[in-house]
């Protein structure tokens, strides 16, 4: 950016005095700004984040196997980057498609820059796999190489193979008579060059592996109480005699597939649920987007699999180290918890048990808030079972994006309607990864009589929203439950997350036109409080950005906060932009993806953006106004929502923005949660206008705060009730005395 173009939002006079320029002045700035000096690219944003994740496997304050976690989640999202992220761009690029992203970069500017980095990530990965493996080692946890095993060990090891692995296995030659086989997503399969002894003919094998066999198995405990694994690929090594009896191994190595697992659904299709299974099935066919080998394979045996599964050159990583990183996961063992962390517990809302365990009466006295993990997850259960049980609820309705294998939500509205309740329950099928369980469910909702609908072919329905209608006094009453996470019990202990329990009536108003819309079509008309994608979303938010720019542009303070797993919609981030030309201070947690440049001279010098990345996964969203009185404020406008400020969700997906108006709510949302996560200066990291991230660390004069254990040791505020009072253990952020 040019030097005499830093001070655009305003000018000096010949007095001396500052001028500010027109609001249409700067907002047509920041429009015409080219995308290359206002956005970051999407893809890199993330492979950034997947590094700050892949950071924590060194982080010396997380105990070993923590770390070791890291790493198999660092290396588990990188392999779903390039099933879904990089296939697309492949395709792009195949196709010689003319199209952009907004920062201004061809498909294959992007590709080319995505493997450059995703390489540095993943040289990365086998450096750090090479210092916890020794670390392992020191702590009685050791993969065995194959001169390290005893005999006894030797013949253990001999039998699990003979009863667990060989017969799963099926040596596939490779000639004219058997060509080569198809090799599934994620595929690990070792290639073998081989000598015939009685003729010296030569031959080529594969031996696929099935996805069920474990990677890492162990051995059993030795008197020492020392963990000893075994890794599959060595295993087999020691028994190829018996695999292939009467040949002699020249070479061999092990490589692994990743396919396109992106799925394309036809707008025209008439049964939805047919479609998506046939594309699930297409889903193990996909073409091959990344050939991990390892690099001490021979030459010859390595272009072999390359020619044969039709991979180009820039597919192809040679891995000197470890194939599939994400399977160390199998090495966290259960025998010293002093490796992993304290187990947690989450609490159970007092409020709750104020009312002797009727969830409905509680929410009737008064709107509360859960936050999960540290709140437990099984009050949602709660609110659903006790409504499949009460013989004044008349309806249930619910969306279901992911509720895992083991739903007692699932079970609850089964219940529901075996009891002659009306259910209805909006089943997600483009939950990407989860579309085979969602149409199981599915299955099982219909055989018990609930009404299933799923959704719409065009959009997702992302929204997380529950409703419970009894029948009280003669009237009919609607209790809610919005959740910026989904229906899923496992993610519900490790995710972040806020679940909303309110009665109000406008509110219920609101979600039953929503629930109308999902059934049957009908648009929302007269929405009184609820904000719905993909209707008003974005323009609703650009409208309160804009109010906090006219706040700050009459003399009164302007600001705005936004916690998000994702910011990349160039609409919002202009909006932004401007708002920080005009003197709102924007403070911005962004977990994962963020396209916005932060700290720009002239443009964004006004905007911070932090990401937090720790035990527990950040997943809620959160935005909050400052409404003329800055931000902490009691009269800010605070929203909690579904939905990530992405074009995806404000255009193709249905979403929700749910306001807080409970005094106590509000301040714990804003006070306590917002404030946490501003506050953060243990497991937080700030990031610069280039995309980097540097983390952040406490000052001088200042104490380490993490907000993962400020929350696990302070109980929140709406879910205390009568004991909110008594309660020692909450440490109050804010002070709004200071404002009163």
């Not at 030569?202 to 030795?222: G, Y």
């Not at 008197?223 to 292939?244: K, N, P, Y």
């Not at 010098?605 to 996964?617: A, D, K, M, P």
């Not at 809620?620 to 400020?645: E, T």
Request: glycine share 6%; hydrophobic share 40%.
């Amino acid at each position: 950016m040019a030097d005499g173009d830093q001070m655009v939002g305003q000018t000096k006079a010949a007095d001396g005095n500052v001028v500010t320029r027109p609001r249409e002045d700067i907002a047509a700035y920041v429009r015409d700004l080219p995308g290359s000096e206002k956005y970051l690219n999407r893809e890199l944003s993330w492979l950034q984040f997947n590094m700050r994740v892949l950071e924590e496997a060194e982080n010396p304050r997380h105990p070993l196997l923590e770390r070791l976690r890291f790493l198999s989640i660092s290396g588990n999202n990188l392999d779903e980057f390039y099933m879904v992220r990089v296939a697309g761009l492949r395709g792009q690029c195949d196709l010689k498609l003319d199209v952009f992203s907004d920062d201004q970069k061809s498909p294959f500017q992007q590709l080319q820059q995505v493997n450059d980095l995703a390489e540095t990530l993943m040289d990365k990965q086998q450096d750090v796999w090479a210092k916890l493996n020794a670390e392992l080692r020191n702590n009685n946890i050791t993969v065995l190489e194959l001169g390290e095993i005893s005999e006894d060990e030797r013949e253990w090891i001999e039998g699990y193979f003979l009863e667990n692995v060989f017969p799963v296995l099926t040596p596939i030659a490779v000639d004219p008579a058997h060509p080569f086989p198809f090799i599934p997503n994620l595929g690990f399969t070792m290639a073998l060059s081989l000598m015939r002894h009685r003729d010296n003919k030569e031959m080529v094998a594969l031996l696929p592996v099935p996805h069920h066999v474990q990677r890492f198995i162990r051995l059993p405990n030795d008197v020492t109480g020392e963990v000893r694994f075994i890794a599959l690929e060595r295993m087999l090594e020691l028994f190829l005699d018996q695999l292939f009896p009467g040949y002699r191994v020249d070479g061999c190595g092990v490589f692994r597939v990743i396919r396109d697992s992106d799925i394309e659904i036809e707008e025209e299709a008439e049964d939805l649920v047919r479609v998506f299974e046939s594309a699930l099935k297409r889903r193990r066919r996909g073409r091959v987007i990344r050939l991990k080998i390892e690099s001490s394979m021979p030459e010859p045996l390595r272009n072999l699999v390359i020619n044969r599964l039709d991979a180009d050159a820039e597919t192809v990583v040679l891995i000197d180290g470890i194939l599939g990183i994400e399977q160390t996961g199998e090495l966290i063992v259960d025998d010293f918890p002093d490796l992993k962390f304290v187990p947690y517990n989450p609490r159970y809302p007092e409020r709750v048990r104020d009312f002797g365990g009727d969830i409905f009466k509680a929410i009737a006295a008064k709107d509360f808030v859960v936050h999960h993990p540290y709140e437990s997850f099984e009050v949602v259960h709660h609110f659903l079972r006790q409504a499949a049980h009460d013989e004044d609820v008349v309806a249930i309705k619910q969306t279901l994006y992911r509720a895992g294998s083991q739903s007692q939500i699932i079970r609850a509205l089964i219940e529901a309607a075996e009891a002659g309740k009306s259910v209805t329950a909006v089943v997600e099928l483009k939950a990407r990864f989860d579309e085979e369980q969602n149409i199981k469910w599915a299955r099982d909702l219909e055989r018990a009589g609930v009404h299933v609908v799923f959704g719409f072919i065009d959009l997702k329905t992302h929204a997380k929203v529950s409703m419970v209608v009894r029948r009280e006094n003669g009237k009919l009453r609607s209790y809610m439950h919005f959740g910026t996470g989904n229906y899923h019990p496992v993610t519900a202990r490790i995710y972040t997350d806020l679940s909303f329990f309110t009665a109000d009536p406008a509110l219920a108003r609101d979600t039953n036109k929503m629930f109308n819309y999902l059934t049957g079509y009908v648009e929302p008309a007269g929405v009184e409080k609820l904000v719905l994608s993909p209707f008003m979303m974005r323009n609703y938010l650009m409208t309160m950005i804009d109010k906090e720019i006219e706040h700050a542009r009459n003399g009164r303070p302007g600001a705005v906060w936004v916690k998000l797993n994702s910011l990349l919609d160039a609409k919002i981030i202009d909006k932004l932009y401007e708002a920080s030309m005009n003197g709102v201070k924007v403070d911005l947690v962004i977990r994962g993806i963020c396209t916005l440049r932060p700290g720009i001279p002239g443009l964004s010098e006004n905007i911070r953006v932090r990401s937090i990345v720790g035990r527990f996964l950040e997943h809620a969203r959160i935005c909050c106004f400052g409404n003329g009185h800055g931000l902490p404020s009691r009269q800010a406008k605070v929203f909690i929502s579904s939905a990530d400020w992405m074009p995806r969700n404000f255009d193709r997906r249905v979403e929700t923005l749910v306001p807080i108006e409970n005094p106590t709510v509000h301040d714990q949302i804003m006070g306590q949660v917002m404030a946490a996560n501003l506050k953060d200066n243990g497991q937080s990291w700030s990031m610069g206008p280039d995309g980097d991230f540097a983390r952040n660390l406490p000052e001088a004069d200042k104490e380490e705060f993490i907000l993962h254990h400020y929350f696990m040791t302070n109980s929140s505020l709406s879910g205390r009730g009568k004991a909110l009072g008594e309660d020692k253990k909450i440490t109050p952020l804010i002070d709004y005395s200071i404002e009163e």
